[in-house]
């Protein structure tokens, strides 16, 4: 399983580590939504986008499990997960520009949250971008 959040183009990596127990999620049916909105030289609306999808406590478990597609381009720098959460730095590299990334998000058992602060330097200039996240479990699979 996987949150693919729409971050103006940017797809974020972010594997989840192996922690001592299942982060706290419920399985079932989640709706996940995103927004992101970005501060710049050129006015962009702000973008939302929201899907759903089944996660099984099998999924959970996994220890490959994961919120964040990986992304060829991105280097993870620093992480921290634990049943109630994730903290995660990173940076990604594409054609002259770099993103440098900071995410939080928690583990509300039927709910999920979260930022992720990203600031690109291009050679267009500097971009700043924030996304909140939010999920909830509306039923069963």
């Keep these: 399983m996987s949150f693919r ?9 972010l594997p989840l580590a192996a922690v001592a127990e299942s982060p706290n999620i419920e399985p079932g049916q989640w ?3 995103s927004t992101t909105s970005v501060q710049g030289d050129l006015p962009l609306p702000d973008q939302t986008e929201t899907y759903q999808e089944c996660i099984a406590q ?3 478990d996994d220890e490959e ?12 720098l620093e992480h921290a997960v634990t049943v109630d959460g994730l903290d995660y730095r990173m940076v ?10 900071v995410g939080r998000m928690d583990f509300l058992g039927e709910r999920v949250e979260g930022n992720i602060d990203i600031l690109v330097d291009s050679p267009a200039g500097q971009l700043n971008m924030t996304t909140r996240m939010e999920g909830r479990r509306i039923g069963d699979c």
């Design 5 to 13: 959040p729409l971050l103006a183009g940017l797809l974020l990596a």
């Design 31 to 33: 709706e996940f939504t």
């Design 58 to 60: 099998g999924d959970i």
């Design 65 to 76: 499990f994961s919120f964040i597609e990986e992304e060829e381009g991105c280097e993870l």
């Design 92 to 101: 990604c590299r594409a054609e002259g520009g770099e993103a440098d990334i």
